[in-house]
């Protein structure tokens, strides 16, 4: 059922979570859930519409991404798991108005099947996030709606990303949510006579669904899929990417050009020895993505589309809403001696200053387009990931309505540290100079729920085709003093995550 093709005017009947009681293993989960399912189908609601989500604790922690893994691969598939930011304050909290809310979030979410779905082929309208909405409630805040949007949304959609459409989101048939020391296992119908998708339909095709869930969960092996790789293919190539950026740099350093900064990003076409199975490389890249968002979208028939990227875009909780600058790429030392002297650089170098400062201010100002205040916290600190370092702020504000995401997706997407500024001079310089299709690399991945909504930005992203290897997609931000060729080197430090994860390397273990 595509909830696009509703009336998103018409409320629906109901939208509800009914929690059963605790068990001890998924197993005994899906035998409680088929139960409680047949009695659904046998006393119906009397109404036309409506979302039921029905879910089961279960008292151990289970690896959501392992559960996934155990699962049908012909299914569509969603994954999304939150970064840890234990390491930062959460500016956040002073702005939510949660009133020490206890909801418990998921560490990570997965899910198989497709409860209701939302896609087009035209970009993602106001219309769209109502239709998306009608399925929504505070009251049940783990009834999401988890996917993504193109990075461009008026340009020509390729062969690989036409199943993705402009954006693509999904509520999921069959859930396991893994929590900190517990799990969740849940199913979902939703149902709308209206799109002569009946309640009774929903269930079958639910019903249909659990058959194929699997219980037997083996914890997968967090090292190298010990895939080879047999060959590369850069889209640009290094011939072409120089002459790229030096063309951007003259239009950059041209006193009649508003631009300041443009992001050329690089498509890398690997082809290897097996098919990649794209969850079994997203657990692998998982290790190294502790702080990080993970992400897996794949609708039916679909390639996968998954990352580890380390950007978010937004994170809203009622009232309060935070964001977040990204710029500036370093490697990580070999050595504390040399870790110092690579920290030092960045934050002292000038034009990584001007990259980063351009995306933070930038930021700054749309927020108070939507917010009463913003505060920014820190101005410049280093956020060092497993292979790489950024420069790295904070933002956050107190939103005046919260009611609606399209107000905070059209003011934040896409970022500076994505496309350039200003936006629209850069995304059209983007669409002149770039030969492939973006697609939903450099979007926002994340989902939209009743209480809450967080979109991470795709980047660090792969789109993993059955037969076909996959395309590896990285950027770089070009701004006044950048060098063509440290900007190609960036690029292969970007995808070296994915690259050496597929063969033969263990996992980084990051400097203290």
């Avoid at 139960?35 to 959501?64: F, H, M, N, W, Y």
């Avoid at 008026?154 to 999921?172: M, R």
């Amino acid at each position: 059922m595509n909830g696009c093709e509703a009336d998103h005017k018409a409320p629906l009947g109901t939208v509800e979570t009914r929690t059963l009681s605790t068990v001890s293993s998924p197993a005994a989960a899906t035998e409680r859930l088929i139960t409680a399912v047949s009695d659904l189908k046998s006393q119906p609601p009397p109404i036309s519409s409506g979302i039921v989500r029905l879910q089961v604790p279960i008292e151990q922690q289970i690896g959501a991404i392992d559960w996934l893994h155990a699962q049908n691969e012909v299914l569509p598939r969603s994954f999304f798991s939150r970064r840890s930011d234990t390491v930062r304050p959460d500016l956040l909290q002073d702005f939510s108005n949660d009133n020490g809310s206890s909801d418990r979030n998921p560490v990570s979410v997965a899910g198989i099947g497709s409860a209701v779905f939302f896609r087009d082929l035209d970009p993602f309208s106001h219309d769209d996030l109502r239709s998306i909405r009608r399925f929504l409630s505070s009251k049940s805040p783990l009834i999401r709606a988890y996917g993504g949007l193109r990075f461009d949304p008026n340009g020509k959609i390729a062969v690989e990303w036409e199943h993705f459409g402009s954006f693509y989101f999904t509520v999921p048939q069959v859930e396991f949510d893994e929590f900190e020391g517990s799990s969740m296992q849940a199913v979902t119908v939703a149902w709308d006579n209206e799109l002569s998708w009946t309640l009774e339909n929903a269930i079958e095709a639910l019903q249909e669904t659990m058959l194929q869930v699997s219980s037997v969960i083996m914890r997968l092996r967090r090292e190298s899929l010990g895939v080879s790789i047999l060959s590369k293919n850069h889209v640009p190539s290094e011939g072409a990417y120089y002459p790229a950026v030096n063309s951007a740099l003259e239009i950059i350093k041209d006193k009649k050009s508003p631009l300041s900064k443009v992001v050329l990003a690089r498509s890398s076409r690997i082809i290897t020895d097996t098919d990649i199975d794209p969850i079994a490389w997203l657990a692998r890249l998982q290790c190294e993505g502790q702080d990080a968002y993970q992400f897996c979208l794949q609708p039916p028939s679909a390639p996968a589309f998954i990352g580890n990227t380390p950007e978010r875009l937004f994170h809203r909780k009622h009232l309060g809403v935070c964001s977040e600058a990204l710029a500036a790429t370093r490697p990580r030392g070999d050595s504390r001696v040399r870790e110092l002297e690579i920290e030092r650089d960045l934050l002292t170098s000038p034009k990584d200053d001007l990259e980063f400062s351009i995306v933070r201010e930038n930021i700054r100002e749309k927020l108070k387009t939507i917010c009463d205040r913003v505060v920014v916290e820190p101005q410049k600190s280093v956020r060092k990931l497993a292979r790489v370092q950024h420069l790295y702020s904070q933002l956050a504000g107190q939103l005046r309505r919260e009611d609606d995401e399209f107000d905070i997706l059209t003011a934040l997407h896409p970022t500076p540290a994505v496309c350039g500024c200003p936006v629209e001079e850069a995304r059209l310089l983007i669409k002149q100079i770039e030969s492939f299709d973006r697609g939903m690399y450099a979007g926002p991945i994340g989902f939209f729920g009743g209480g809450e909504s967080e979109f991470s930005v795709g980047i660090r992203s792969a789109l993993v085709e059955k037969g076909l290897g996959a395309l590896i997609y990285a950027g770089t931000g070009i701004v006044s003093g950048s060098n063509p060729s440290s900007e190609w080197n960036e690029l292969e430090l970007k995808i070296s995550q994915f690259t050496k994860s597929l063969e033969h390397e263990s996992a980084l273990q990051p400097i203290n």
